[in-house]
């Protein structure tokens, strides 16, 4: 299977910061990851998928404050400028090939 | 509105079985391939398990293959989770969840349900 490194594990920030994550495949995935976030006990939410594409939904789309870049083993979530409601876990996930595999997770706190 | 809603998690003993379903309005559930992911208390998401649109195509996690068996059921919009010969390491909160189109990623989660597994 396909593993995913996430880094850092967690980071603290504030309101307003520039924070990049970083998500590293065993090997190449092409473009196919995506990233998600979780707030603690809610469901994940789908943020970017095919490397950079911003998902949306039927209620909101996801701010452009979030993007993403990369391909092949090396990706990046970038948020541009924190807001309050951004303090939660990220996750990468690469669905290259099955068994589809998500990255360890990124905690990102209030500083 | 896509609503996925999960029923079947509790409390089971080591060894045994349980069944998750997954109950799915507000799409043409016959059009979408979906997917269990799980969380253990206090990790991180694991892929379980995905199904192909017209179920005829399953796909498992090295840690289930052989002792779960994701199955759908399209004249009821329903997925399913069989769960045999639980062990403690798979109690976690499961959620269902709709590929976005025609690759496996997930634009829209369930509440999840919880699986604890102990004697």
């Known amino acids: 299977a396909i593993q995913l490194t996430q880094s850092p594990s967690s980071l603290s920030a504030s309101v307003g910061d520039r924070v990049t994550i970083t998500c590293r495949a065993s090997?190449?995935?092409?473009?196919?990851l995506a990233w998600y976030h979780q707030q603690p006990g809610k469901a994940p939410k789908l943020l970017i998928y095919?490397?950079?594409?911003?998902?949306?939904s039927s209620e909101s789309g996801v701010p452009s404050r979030f993007s993403g870049s990369g391909s092949g083993t090396d990706f990046t979530l970038t948020i541009s400028s924190l807001l309050p409601e951004d303090f939660a876990t990220y996750y990468c996930q690469q669905y290259y090939s099955y068994p589809c595999t998500f990255g360890g997770g990124t905690k990102v706190e209030i500083k | 509105e896509v609503q996925l809603v999960e029923s079947g998690g509790g409390l089971v003993q080591p060894g045994g079985s349980t069944r998750l379903s997954c109950a799915a309005s507000?799409?043409?559930?016959?059009?979408?391939?979906m997917s269990w992911v799980r969380q253990a208390p206090g990790k991180g998401l694991e892929w379980v398990s995905a199904i192909s649109a017209i179920g005829s195509n399953a796909f498992y996690a090295d840690s289930v293959q052989g002792r779960f068996t994701i199955s759908r059921d399209n004249s009821k919009n329903t997925l399913h989770l069989q769960m045999n010969s639980l062990r403690g390491d798979d109690t976690a909160v499961y959620f269902c969840a709709r590929d976005v189109g025609s690759d496996p990623f997930f634009g829209h989660w369930g509440q999840g349900t919880l699986v604890s597994v102990s004697s």
């Open positions: 090997q190449g995935i092409s473009r196919a």
């Open positions: 507000g799409f043409i559930f016959s059009s979408y391939a």
């Open positions: 095919d490397t950079s594409s911003s998902a949306s």
